[in-house]
Each structure stands twice: as C-alpha cells, then as structure tokens.
Antibody, heavy 118, light 108 residues
C-alpha cells in the first residue's frame, strides 16, 4: 500500500514562500499524477495543482501566479512552493495521488497544518 | 470552472437509519464523480468513484447514483463510524478539479 507523507514548516510569515514536500513510500512515484490539496480549518477542499513524473504540471488558475511544483523521482518525492503568503493560505495541506487525469484522488497523505503569521 | 453544490449542509440521522446526500454540478460531468469521507482530524478517504463504483475497502452499505449534473450518495444502516463529513468531487473538467462544500452527517 503506497503511503504519502507531507513535510514542511508549520509556521511561516506573511509575504514569504511556503515549501512543502511529499514523500511517497511503498510504491513508485513513476507514471502517476501527484497533487496538492488544501483545507482551511472548518472549510472545504481546494485543489492546488498536480505534477506528472516527467515534470509536466497544471495549477489551479486561482493560484497559478504563486505556485510552482517539482518532482524528484530519484527520491520518490514531489514538492510545492507557494509564494506571497497571506493569512488566507493558512490551511491543512494534503498531498494526493491520481492514477490518471480522469480519475479520483485514491491515496492521500495525513496532511500538514501550515499557519501563516503576520 | 465547474461548481459543485452539496445539500444539505448538515444532515441529522439516527443510527440504524439511512442517509441520502445530494451533489449537483453546474454543468454535466458525465459520470466522473467521486465521493470522499472525512472523519475529524483525518484526511479524506475515497469511497466511491465513477458515480457508483465502490473503492477498495468501501462497504456495500455505501452506494452512489446519478448522472449528468445530479448525484446521490446513500448510506444504509448508519453506524457510529459513518458520522463524518462527505465531499463530492468532479474530475471531468480540469483544471481545476473541484469539490463540493461538504455535508456533515451527524447523529440525531
């Protein structure tokens, strides 16, 4: 069973850049689509973006100008950078797997809470 | 962007009874709809995909139906572990993939 684990700072300052990494274990990162999804406290889920193992990425248009994603197949990891942080970016950040573009998110990490402080 | 609307926001049902949750898409998504269960403090878990196909490990008490823009998740014989928040999600038109705002299923 593949497992995903998010890692990164729990607290970041406003206007700075958030960097998160998702480590994939129990299976290969190759040939899947890897995603970031976030959830503010008490609210719903927002898809941030996805990256394929060849490095091709697609982002949510609402966040596109502030996002970049990368993948390191040698480490079985992928990463998210989110710039110009504000309090509105405070959320639990999940990484999740897509088998195909037209498929659901079938594996999720436990999530990591990121708080943006002023 | 396809907007997903779930109703009701909160559903109160007694244990042992059946719950029916609704999800509406702002345009047709064919059958490219998934349902997730999220218990407090946990990540969402895939329950159903392709409208009505149960994911591995999903009990038969969970069933999905619908087409086009209207979808339903039915949960029979509710037990304590079923009381959670349920999200629908479309994966027909992207970016972005979009979720409903969730239905909280609570004990009556």
């Amino acid at each position: 069973q593949v497992q995903l684990q998010e890692s990164g700072p729990g607290l970041v300052r406003s206007s700075e850049t958030l960097s998160l990494t998702c480590s994939v274990s129990g299976g290969s990162i190759i040939s899947y689509y890897w995603n970031w999804i976030r959830q503010p406290a008490g609210k719903g889920l927002e898809w941030i973006g996805r990256i394929y193992t060849n490095g091709s990425a697609k982002y949510n248009p609402s966040l596109k100008s502030r996002i970049s994603m990368s993948v390191d197949t040698s480490k079985n990891q992928f990463s998210l950078k989110l710039t110009s942080l504000t309090a509105a970016d405070t959320a639990v950040y999940y990484c999740a797997r897509l088998r195909f573009l037209d498929s659901p998110f079938d594996q999720w990490g436990r999530g990591t809470l990121v708080t943006v402080s002023s | 962007e396809i907007v997903m609307t779930q109703s009701p926001a909160t559903l109160s049902v007694s244990p042992g009874q059946r719950a029916t949750l609704s999800c509406r898409a702002s345009q047709s998504i064919n059958n490219n709809l998934a349902w997730y269960q999220q218990r407090p403090g946990q990540a969402p878990r895939l329950l159903i995909y392709a409208t009505s196909t149960r994911a591995t490990g999903t009990p038969a008490k969970f069933s999905g139906s619908g087409s086009g823009t209207e979808f339903t998740l039915t949960i029979s014989s509710l037990q304590s572990e079923d009381f959670a928040v349920y999200y629908c999600q479309q994966y027909n038109s992207w970016p972005p993939y979009t979720f409903g705002q969730g239905t909280k299923l609570e004990i009556k």
